[in-house]
């Protein structure tokens, strides 16, 4: 995803980054390569020049000249205006407060409105929801067959007729609250390209259900094109959110950087694969972070900065150059993070550690947990768990109040990190400022 991007606007921030001072012609040099980098990735040209104007008037308003790491100031701007151009913050999807919310799919023809009721519909059983299928594409000969056997493989309550599209929908709600079904996502029909017939269809299935969501579903491949189609569609029946599929095979990343600024409408859901399961909501924050390519590399170098003991943060580094990573070395990395404010959120921001450590039960009580657990060890232990066998495992779980079974839950995260760790000691640390804690 965006990896074209991603290498373009890396090139351009090692130029910056890893220098003391900055001059203008250096920060000039900067908002050049920027631009290019967007509009190699068919960023909206409109959107291109309104984002380096923004991203300017705060670099030149912060006086980088007196900044301590000008470059990964440049980096914090960007990433910050890349965040607001992507939507700001995240917007769920829109439930109506009488049920069934209804949940409308347009777009063009194969952009993924089939594929994503699916993935939505998965999605919203995940969380307790009761989602309805529902096939409105009376158009394509087997489209409604399509539904029912994905409807199928995943064993999702569907419904369809023989009426006209605006009627199966209606009849499909009145279905739904018959059997208690609270989420009902309407699959519509989709054409080549825009035309009447089908937009008189959807502008009558809207007036007739009046829909808490009419989501546009774009194939994020078609860049500029799927911003243009969006607008159109915007324009003649009024959509309250936009999903991005196929963002897998989206190297440039065009229309995901475009259509918020140019539609005002946020973007909701991204497809990213084929698989029903291939969904995500969609965070401009964390979007950013990923075309940036670092995590949200410059928050946690702030929070570091305020927080962070650095003669040991830099020992630590040296450490996991050498691959030594104790459980000392993990209480004593504990200690920092409980300073740096809620394990949650730091985690994510950590490049290429936050998605793999999310589901592990480390939360600020455990960590107190673990503490007590590392500090019942003896010092031969700390340096080499491999030795700590069953009965060593029942007098540590004696000394810190635990159960054999926590000791044996810790070991086993500690060993993952150690291999985690062991993997970003064989990565080259440059995108990495000196002295950087992980
Ligand atoms: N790689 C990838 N493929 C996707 C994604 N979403 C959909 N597809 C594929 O895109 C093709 C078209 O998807 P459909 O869901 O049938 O598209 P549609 O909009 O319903 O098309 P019509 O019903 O003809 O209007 C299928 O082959 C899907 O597997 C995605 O996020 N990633
Ligand atoms: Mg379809």
């Known amino acids: 995803m965006f990896e074209q991007l991603t290498e373009r606007l890396e090139l351009v921030f090692k130029k910056i980054t890893g220098r003391g001072l900055l001059n203008e012609k250096d920060v000039k040099e900067a908002m050049k390569g920027i631009r290019i980098a967007l509009l190699e990735a068919d960023v909206n040209y409109r959107v291109v020049r309104q984002f380096i104007a923004d991203v300017e008037k705060r670099a030149v308003g912060q006086d980088l000249t007196k900044s301590v790491s000008p470059g990964q100031q440049v980096v914090k701007i960007f990433n910050d205006e890349l965040v607001s151009l992507l939507g700001d913050k995240h917007c769920p999807l829109v439930e109506s407060p009488q049920p069934p919310t209804v949940v409308m799919m347009v777009g063009l023809h194969g952009s993924g ?24 594409d009376i158009h394509r000969p087997a489209a409604k067959k399509q539904l029912e056997i994905l409807a199928k493989s995943i064993d999702m309550p569907f419904y369809t007729n023989d009426l006209n599209a605006r009627d199966i929908c209606h009849e499909a709600i009145k279905h739904a609250k018959e059997k208690l079904y609270d989420l009902v996502i309407l699959d519509t029909a989709g054409r080549l ?11 009558d299935i809207k007036r007739k259900v009046k829909p808490s969501e009419v989501l546009f579903v774009a194939d994020a491949m078609t860049g500029q094109e799927a911003v243009n189609v969006a607008s159109t569609f915007n324009e003649k029946i009024g959509i309250t959110g936009v999903a991005l599929t196929k963002l897998d095979g989206d190297a440039r990343g065009g229309a995901a950087l475009s259509i918020k600024a140019v539609l005002k409408v946020p973007i909701k859901f991204v497809g990213v694969g084929e698989k029903l399961d291939a969904i995500e909501e969609f ?3 964390r979007m950013a972070s990923r075309i940036l390519g670092m995590g949200d590399i410059v928050t946690l170098v702030e929070k570091a900065q305020k927080t962070v003991d650095f003669e040991k943060a830099k020992k630590l580094e040296k450490k996991l150059r050498k691959q030594e990573f104790t459980f000392e070395d993990f209480l004593d990395q504990l200690k920092q993070v409980k300073k740096m404010g809620p394990l949650e959120s730091l985690l994510e921001l950590i490049p290429g550690v936050g998605g793999k450590l999310k589901g592990l039960p480390i939360d600020d009580k455990a960590l107190l947990r673990i503490e007590a657990i590392i500090n019942s060890m003896t010092k031969q232990e700390r340096r080499n768990p491999s030795i700590i066998n069953g009965s060593r495992r029942k007098r540590i779980a004696r000394g810190s109040g635990t159960s054999v079974q926590d000791i044996n839950v810790l070991l086993k995260q500690f060993a993952q990190m150690q291999k985690m760790v062991k993997k970003f000691s064989k990565l080259s640390f440059k995108g990495f400022p000196q002295g950087f804690p992980i």
């Open 283 to 285: 965070h401009p924050e």
């Open 193 to 203: 390209q825009i035309d009447d017939e089908l937009m008189a269809e959807l502008i």
């Open 113 to 136: 409105k089939t594929t994503l009721s699916g993935k939505l519909a998965k999605l919203f059983r995940n969380r307790g929801k009761h989602p309805l299928l529902v096939a409105a």
